[in-house]
């Protein structure tokens, strides 16, 4: 039932989260790229688009391919040191993603994010909406933590925990962590030979939490089964379930949907619903905005709302705020998180999205509210 379900899941998912670990782009004993590798995860990605599917990548290893240009063979313990690596390595890395995926024909682009950019609301729609872009247009993302001058200490599992709040993010339907271990044991099983191995998991309970044991020791990488299980509950919070898989063979999306062996975790809900309760559970709106009897026909169609929908605006709100929708008879029909700040959400009220521009002297989004942020109330 499990092979079954994780097929399921992946036919129907729309946009996939793909986190590679620097142990499988890089040779541990070399420092190099892992060229063949990658070349076939190339092939496997371009299969998904065919497939009408996007595709986003996280993906360590810039660390990992720097070192030799510091003339070091294994990890520095020194912040100053690892985050030198990570701007050599950056650099390489992107050169090799460009080189392979250009043979496919496909664009890539590439996105340093920080935890600041996900914890600072303006800084988290910017990226969510540039990432989002890319996607429409056919772009893969490539993605990674800004290790060179990230204030923390750098830690491999980061990218776990990173490309899980990438999914969470991106309203993500499946994140498919790329790993050196082939998914979930009740023990380790490189101490344990005995171990059983958990092909499905439907909640992080204390007991799964117990399992992952301690963080991995320090090498090319660090992190260990903890950060993902980490990243396999920030993930299912956002309604993304999650497959942790061994990636160290060529192809492995392609031996994934032929079955071979992993351990899913299975979220309770979508991506968009637990988006939608969360918008509807919201109680406190920053400011209303009037829309006219058209505005209110369209959205009960599923449709997003535009600037020439709105009579007027009241309320002093940022973008990414919660308005109230505010039907022609006055009363409450919708609410929603809003893509303008009050003072220029109040400029292109009632106009056409196409003379935003010449109003605003920008291009925004298109809709003031969009769909995937509004709920009928």
Known sequence: MPRQLLKDRFSSAERIVLKIGSALLVDGQTGTLRADWLKAL????????????QVILVSSGAVALGLSGLGLKTRSNRLEDAQAAAAIGQIRLAQAYQNEFAAQDITIAQILLSIDDLEHRPRYLNARNTVDTLLEKGIVPVINENDSVATGEIRLGDNDRLAARVAQMMRSDLLVLLSDIDGLYDTDPRRNSDANF?????????????????PAVVTVGTGGMITKIMAAKIALAGGCSMVIMDGREPSPVTRLMNGERSTLFTAASDPLTLRKQWIMGMMAPKGFVHIDTGAVAALQKGASLLPAGVTSVDGNFQRGDLVACMGPDGKLFAQGLVSYA????DRIAGVKSADVIHILGYTGRASLIHRDDLVIM
């Open 42 to 53: 190339t092939k496997d990605i371009a299969a998904l688009q065919r497939d009408g599917k």
């Open 342 to 345: 009050s003072e220029d959400a």
């Open 198 to 214: 958990i092909d499905h998991v439907d909640a992080i309970t204390p007991e799964i939490e117990a399992m992952a044991g301690p």
